[in-house]
Antibody, heavy 118, light 105 residues
Framework: HLEESGPGLVQPSKTLSLQCTVS????????WTWIRQAPGRAPEWIGY???????NFIPSLVGRVTITVDTSKNQFSLSLRSVTAADTATYFC??????????????WGQGIFVTVAP | EMTQSPSILSASVGDTVTITCRAS??????LAWYQRRPGEAPRLLIY???VLQKGVPSRFNGSGSGTDYALTIKNLQPDDFAFYFC?????????FGGGTNVEAK
């Protein structure tokens, strides 16, 4: 089971920070992924943190995005800097089915809607 | 890029419906289908184009190869009225289809 948490409203130019709490398994295993879906648009894959602590991100977000893991809380987090209205979306966390890059997403959170506005 | 159609599909309980996704290049069957009901987490239905995820009813069927893939739902049930989307995980960076809303006619 995965559950996203964090603020539902972020001001433009600030940092969006979300957490995903993992229950029923260890965050030290598997690949952990973030996806977002802006209103009326297709979902967009953001990036992952692997079980070997390797990260990989969609090129359009490189330089603005970080994914980290906190083993003490069994959580992983998304940080997106310098946000604009275009970052308004429902953000999902997910666990990949396989322990490699090319894998479907087996478990998802319900998603959290984040609005970027003054 | 993934082109999914239709965006809206109106159907009745008992119907058979088909949703398609077309990729801009061959995916070598690196394609998954998901279902999302309102207020719920997305659920993996099919992966590797045609492999049924554990626990998913056999009325869901995935097919296709190369650039063209389909999700067929036979004998549509009330729980099946939901949002469906495809996902290619063969080419980085991975992409999703725009989704199909299967609604009651």
């Amino acid at each position: 089971h995965l559950e996203e948490s964090g603020p539902g409203l972020v001001q433009p130019s600030k940092t969006l920070s979300l957490q995903c709490t993992v229950s029923g398994g260890s965050v030290e295993a598997s690949f952990w992924t973030w996806i977002r879906q802006a209103p009326g648009r297709a979902p967009e894959w953001i990036g992952y943190f692997s079980n070997k602590a390797i990260t990989n991100f969609i090129p359009s977000l490189v330089g603005r995005v970080t994914i980290t893991v906190d083993t003490s809380k069994n959580q992983f987090s998304l940080s997106l800097r310098s946000v604009t209205a275009a970052d308004t979306a429902t953000y999902f966390c997910a666990r990949q089915k396989d322990d490699h890059m090319y894998s479907p997403l087996e478990i998802w959170g319900q998603g959290i809607f984040v609005t970027v506005a003054p | 890029e993934m082109t999914q159609s239709p965006s809206i599909l109106s159907a009745s309980v008992g119907d058979t419906v088909t949703i398609t996704c077309r990729a801009s290049e061959s995916l070598s069957e690196g394609l998954a289908w998901y279902q999302r009901r309102p207020g719920e987490a997305p659920r993996l239905l099919i992966y590797k184009a045609s492999v049924l995820q554990k626990g998913v009813p056999s009325r869901f069927n995935g097919s296709g190869s190369g650039t063209d893939y389909a999700l067929t739902i036979k004998n549509l049930q009330p729980d099946d009225f939901a949002f469906y989307f495809c996902h290619q995980y063969w080419h980085f960076s991975f992409t999703f289809g725009g989704g199909t809303n299967v609604e009651a006619k």
